[in-house]
């Protein structure tokens, strides 16, 4: 039973530039939720995705944008880089209904370096 | 609005000793749902557990045990005889479910070391 997937890895990008994060569900899942931790911060919620639409969306500018594809996977797009960007970007897969419901579980992240 | 509080940012004890992290949230909710994440270094949050408003039941889990108490606000997680490879960061987190749109909101974390 595969966990949730995210890649790349790692990610080094300049000011200004425009990136793509990608992320699997855990099998069986059908929400996506994005989240930013900054070093030594808790997480925070970038924006929640059900039925391929953005259903909940945390206080981070426009810039921020995200697709659910049909399979349940996901991309964060981040436009117009700024150094604060730089961040471990989380991505955490849920049911939305049944038991289980709101159990997150997490993938390991993309550590995104802005230059 | 709501809140999540983990007073503590850095713990250290010796392995074998208990320790305590403290969670203490805020909710204007009758339903909500409370959790704790680990995040050892290697940055994956792994779940630990989810305890819902309407179930005030402590929970033990191996060296693992939670109280949560709705007079306080609070979800305490105590590890029992500690053990090196607990270190890591520890977060509590709430979720709430207004209107069908969840909100979760972490806490900031608290950093256990365990020393051998």
Do not use: M
Not at chain 1, 100 to 105: C, F, I, L, M, N
Not at chain 2, 37 to 45: C, D, I, N
């Amino acid at each position: 039973d595969a966990g949730v997937t995210q890649s790349p890895t790692h990610l080094i990008k300049t000011r200004g530039q425009q990136v793509t994060l990608r992320c699997s569900p855990k099998s069986g899942h059908d929400t996506v939720s994005w989240y930013q931790q900054a070093l030594g911060q808790g997480p925070q919620f970038i924006f929640q995705y059900y039925e391929e639409e953005e259903r909940q969306r945390g206080n981070f500018p426009d810039r921020f944008s995200g697709h659910q594809f049909p399979n349940y996977s996901s991309e964060l797009n981040v436009n117009a880089l700024l150094l604060g960007d730089s961040a471990l970007y989380l991505c955490a897969s849920s049911l939305a209904e049944g038991q289980g419901a709101y159990e997150q579980y997490f993938g390991p992240g993309t550590r995104l370096t802005v230059t | 609005a709501q809140k999540v509080t983990q007073a503590q940012t850095e713990i250290s004890v010796v392995e074998k000793e208990d320790v305590t992290l403290d969670c203490v949230y805020e909710t204007r909710d009758t339903t909500y749902y409370l959790f704790w994440y680990k995040q050892p270094p290697s940055g994956e949050l792994v779940f630990l557990i989810r305890r819902n408003s309407f179930d005030e039941q402590n929970e033990i889990s191996g060296r693992y045990s939670w109280n949560f108490q709705k007079s306080t606000s609070s979800f305490n997680f105590t590890i029992t005889a500690s053990q090196v490879v607990d270190s890591a960061v520890y977060f509590c987190a709430l979720t709430t479910n207004s209107g069908g749109y969840q909100k979760v909101t972490f806490g900031i974390g608290t950093k256990l070391q365990v020393i051998p």
